[in-house]
């Protein structure tokens, strides 16, 4: 059972998360549609650009966690993760012949729960193990 603060957070997650999907659709379609790049390039260079935003706005308004280097890092490996997951569950989704837009909501929706717990129980967790004394 998610606890009152969890619900909460789960609700920010999701407000942000559109914002971030609404500014990637927008993007794909720039890149792609208007200045041609592959669809594949730009999936990777659009979500590492929202990555950057999310972490931000998931550091102070989400999770309300102070800056370390220890987080960078965990989000970093996050970002790795999460891109090459994502960028194979594109590629297959268009290989399908679903449309690239739908597919980078198909891609979203798929991943959304699996990053919301990444995010919570490993990322921006104060003192997720015992190697993390960068928080104070």
Same mark, same amino acid.
């Given at each position: 059972?998610?606890?009152?603060?969890?619900?909460?957070?789960?609700?920010?997650?999701?407000?942000?998360?559109?914002? *971030?999907? $609404?500014?990637?659709?927008?993007?794909?379609?720039? &890149? =792609?549609?208007? !200045?041609?790049?592959?669809?594949?390039? +730009?999936?990777?260079?659009?979500?590492?650009?929202?990555?950057?935003?999310?972490?931000?706005?998931?550091?102070?308004?989400?999770?309300?966690?102070?800056?370390s280097w220890m987080t960078?890092?965990?989000?970093?490996c996050h970002i790795g993760?999460?891109?090459?997951? *994502?960028? $194979?569950?594109?590629?297959?989704?268009?290989?399908? &012949? =679903?449309?690239? !837009?739908?597919?980078?909501?198909?891609? +979203?929706?798929?991943?959304?729960?699996?990053?919301?717990?990444?995010?919570?129980?490993?990322?921006?967790?104060?003192?997720?193990?015992?190697?993390?004394?960068?928080r104070k």
């Amino acid at each position: 059972m998610i606890s009152g603060t969890g619900v909460i957070q789960l609700f920010k997650y999701g407000l942000i998360s559109a914002g *971030g999907y $609404l500014s990637i659709l927008a993007l794909m379609y720039v &890149g =792609v549609d208007l !200045l041609r790049i592959p669809k594949t390039v +730009a999936f990777v260079i659009v979500y590492a650009l929202a990555y950057v935003a999310e972490y931000c706005l998931n550091l102070k308004y989400l999770f309300k966690v102070d800056h370390s280097w220890m987080t960078v890092l965990k989000f970093g490996c996050h970002i790795g993760c999460f891109i090459s997951l *994502g960028s $194979l569950v594109f590629r297959g989704i268009v290989g399908w &012949g =679903v449309h690239y !837009l739908f597919a980078v909501v198909l891609t +979203a929706m798929a991943l959304f729960p699996l990053r919301f717990l990444a995010y919570k129980f490993i990322v921006f967790r104060e003192r997720a193990c015992s190697w993390d004394q960068s928080r104070k």
